[in-house]
């Protein structure tokens, strides 16, 4: 659900709720009983990787081709077909 946030014509005070979109037009009364005005906001914007919680998509990208080639080189060794070449390393 989306962020929104009204002012009150009352108290002026800023206020966010979590609202569906279509319940975004009513947003109920403020805590001291006056209407809740919606405020245009700038849009929130999270860009890939900036948060070390969440890798980046190139990040995600090289550690998914270190499995796949463990799980190769573990499937070729499993069926003897392994020749360990280090050139390569």
């Known amino acids: 659900m989306p962020t929104y946030t009204y002012e009150c014509q009352t108290c002026h005070k800023q206020v966010e709720q979590f609202l569906k979109m279509a319940d975004r037009d009513n947003p109920g009364p403020c805590e001291c009983g006056g209407t809740l005005r919606k405020l245009i906001t700038p849009a929130t914007v ?5 948060d070390p919680e969440f890798p980046s998509a190139a990040g995600k990208w090289d ?22 070449n280090n050139r390569h390393w």
């Open 46 to 50: 999270m860009i890939d990787g900036t």
């Open 63 to 84: 550690a998914d081709r270190l499995r796949t080639i463990n799980r190769e080189q573990k499937n070729l060794q499993d069926s003897g077909d392994y020749y360990p």
